[in-house]
């Protein structure tokens, strides 16, 4: 145990230095990672085996290169759930949970449609599906490797998996006026946002940026929302902090949207606007 103490205090100094800010916290969760054991056990941990060492200092290594935790460990947390995640797919952010926080809260009635624009890794729709299981959730994505791995994430769930672009106009006209709730977690950064190295280089840039002004999505999505939602529908749209009234602003234009209200995350920074549907203009 000493030798694994000194080994994290050893990670914890590599990756401060490497100018990562939670560097105790992602040195203790690699070290877990590499023992096959939970970071809150670590202090009941045995003597690892005798390969621990080498695969730790191999595992903060490429976290010292900023390479994203989750790609070295596979996984992300998100609510409750572990995420499978890697290469090729947007990691869930802990400042999308209000968002699902919100969505759990609302009073929907039993076999509740909900459809998830942009799912990624799944992580919206696996947490309603999971939460409201009499419901028919419907997780839509245009790109091949975020599908794969919802796919993998919703394999003991009923979502079901749409590969679609939310801009598109036509995307499932069968849904016209039959949907409770519509959640969306778009490409939303404005072009030219300054990110962290985990993100400019590993989370996929078709994930991030939603073009110049972050709206690029958000407009056509708002516009499927409202044909898609009934009567006292619910939309819910994650937003940049800086895009909370233009996103307000689209909902509104849409002319079928009331109660349009704007909500902070975790952190307090605007994150997400809700919406109820009150019929055609």
Known sequence: MTDLRQAIIAATATLAQAGIDTARTDAELLAAHVAGTERCRLGLLDTPESDFFDRYDRAVAARAK??????????????????????????????????????LAQPLPRGAVIVDLCTGSGALAIALASARPESRVIAVDDDADALDYAHQ????????????????????????????????????????????????????????????DGMAVIGPLVASAARWLKRGG???????????????????????????????DLTGRPRFVTARATGPR
């Open 66 to 103: 900023r390479t994203p935790l989750q790609h070295i460990t596979g996984v992300a947390a998100f609510g409750p759930m572990l995420l499978q995640v890697g290469p090729g797919v947007f990691i869930p952010r802990p400042e999308t949970e209000a968002l699902l926080e919100w969505a």
């Open 153 to 212: 994430n919703a394999m003991h769930t009923a979502v079901q998996l749409v590969c679609g672009d939310v801009t598109d106009v036509g995307l499932l006209p069968e849904l016209a006026g039959s949907v409770d709730l519509v959640v969306a977690n778009p490409p939303y950064l404005l072009a030219g946002s300054v990110l962290d190295p985990e993100v400019a280089k590993h989370d996929p840039a078709h994930a991030l940026f939603g073009g110049p």
């Open 234 to 264: 619910l939309l819910a749209v994650e937003h940049d902090d800086s895009t909370a009234d233009a996103t307000a602003g689209v909902i509104k234009s849409a002319g079928v949207f009331g109660d349009v209200t704007a909500h902070r």
